[in-house]
T-cell receptor, first 115, second 117 residues
Framework: DTGVSQNPRHKITKRGQNVTFRCDPI?????LYWYRQTLGQGPEFLTY????????KSRLLSDRFSAERPKGSFSTLEIQRTEQGDSAMYLC?????????????FGPGTRLTVL | AQKVTQAQTEISVVEKEDVTLDCVYE???????LFWYKQPPSGELVFLIR??????QNEISGRYSWNFQKSTSSFNFTITASQVVDSAVYFC??????????????FGKGTHLIIQP
């Protein structure tokens, strides 16, 4: 297993466009998290799935942000009508069922630039 | 609400010096987990350690050691005999109620560690 993967690694878009990012967690990890990291800051938690159920979404930054994990495997994060303030690194993490499940493994991130 | 404070924005030391990164946390829960992650220039967060609130034993792993003090709500990280490869941003993080739960991790702002040759 090669760890958490995210695609694309970089995305440049114009203001007002929609963007979608994908995260593939470590195989058999049932929990998946999305974070946003802006320059000079620590990651900020956005949302969380256990299998296909989205258990926390109140921390999504606005109603322009949505996430899905339809089959409990990969997940997508969509930002509609992007704004320049959405420019950031979007990180995905996963963790599993074992006793040490709360160790979150992070992917390399998707860097979004909104022009 | 939970909060993690890393007061040191940037630390610069010469190689082989020892360096301590400070972390102070706030939480109302009695059960919580503390973490340290490393973010090298490549950008990918690397897990270093997890400590639960019931285990105050200090831990040593090679040149790394961690000092958990519940009385002062601190979880400090020391690198002994620092090396250039230790240069990175280091984040302290907190999780309440068992491993991320529904809240995810709360991160501090990070400490940028620069090890000069």
């Amino acid at each position: 297993d090669t760890g958490v993967s995210q695609n694309p690694r970089h995305k440049i878009t114009k203001r007002g466009q929609n963007v979608t990012f994908r995260c593939d967690p470590i195989s058999e990890h049932n929990r998946l998290y999305w974070y946003r990291q802006t320059l000079g800051q620590g990651p900020e938690f956005l949302t969380y799935f256990q299998n296909e159920a989205q258990l926390e979404k109140s921390r999504l930054l606005s109603d322009r942000f949505s996430a899905e994990r339809p089959k409990g495997s990969f997940s997508t994060l969509e930002i509609q009508r992007t704004e320049q303030g959405d420019s950031a690194m979007y990180l995905c993490a996963s963790t599993g069922r074992e006793a040490s499940y709360n160790e979150q493994f992070f992917g390399p991130g998707t860097r979004l630039t909104v022009l | 609400a939970q909060k993690v404070t890393q007061a040191q924005t940037e630390i610069s030391v010469v190689e082989k010096e020892d360096v301590t990164l400070d972390c102070v946390y706030e939480t109302r829960d009695t059960t919580y987990y503390l973490f340290w992650y490393k973010q090298p220039p490549s950008g990918e967060l690397v897990f270093l350690i997890r400590r639960n609130s019931f285990d105050e034993q200090n831990e040593i792993s090679g040149r790394y050691s961690w000092n958990f003090q519940k009385s002062t709500s601190s979880f400090n990280f020391t690198i002994t005999a620092s090396q250039v490869v230790d240069s990175a941003v280091y984040f302290c993080a907190l999780s309440e109620a068992g491993g991320g739960g529904a809240d995810g991790l709360t991160f501090g702002k990070g400490t940028h560690l620069i090890i000069q040759p």
